[in-house]
């Protein structure tokens, strides 16, 4: 894995929510999701409704789109991928925790869940390791010049 590739799954490993895009017959549509997040298999798995209107999206059209923001530390990623639904019982048992407990109703043996599997295809992001203060010097001298501020390191990625 190259530094740029560990760079992105750090900076998304800890993160407890993203927003996931799909396309609703040609309407972008964008929800909160809990990722479970496999740096080891490079992997991202959510579990929804196996109902929901995203999984009847996710059948029409698989592209989507998950963007995780870290604004503690000035961290954005942009993942592109393809989503698979499955309702595989091992990967939902493995998946299962209270986070699930609170939201759907049943446990792991009966609840009428699926999983979305990510298949990550391409990925942007962008770390402003410099802090705010730093930042805030940054913008303030690029709006004084004609220096462009320097606010971290920007990466795409085609092989995520």
């Known amino acids: 894995m190259s530094d740029k590739q560990e760079n992105l799954w750090n900076m998304i490993d800890d993160q407890m929510v993203c927003m996931v895009t ?6 972008l549509r964008s929800r909160p999701m809990a990722p ?4 080891d298999k490079k992997t991202i798995r959510f579990m929804t409704d196996r109902t929901s209107g995203k999984v009847e999206e996710l059948h029409h059209d698989s592209d989507l789109v998950l963007n995780f ?3 503690d530390k000035l961290q954005y990623v942009s993942i ?3 989503g698979k639904v499955t309702t595989d019982r091992a990967m939902i048992k493995q998946m ?5 407990d609170i939201w759907f109703t ?3 043996d009966t609840a009428d869940v ?8 391409q990925a942007e992001y962008w770390d402003d390791n410099t802090g705010k203060i730093k930042m805030a010097y940054e913008m303030s001298k690029a709006y004084f010049s004609d220096e462009a501020p320097d606010l971290g390191e920007n990466a795409k990625l ?3």
């Not at 799909?22 to 309407?27: A, E, S």
């Open 158 to 160: 085609q092989a995520v």
């Open 106 to 108: 049943g446990d792991a």
């Open 114 to 121: 699926a999983v979305v599997l990510v298949e990550p295809t």
């Open 36 to 39: 479970f997040i496999d740096k």
């Open 22 to 27: 799909t396309n609703d017959n040609g309407v």
């Open 80 to 82: 592109s991928g393809r």
């Open 69 to 71: 923001m870290n604004d």
């Open 96 to 100: 299962w925790g209270p986070y699930c």
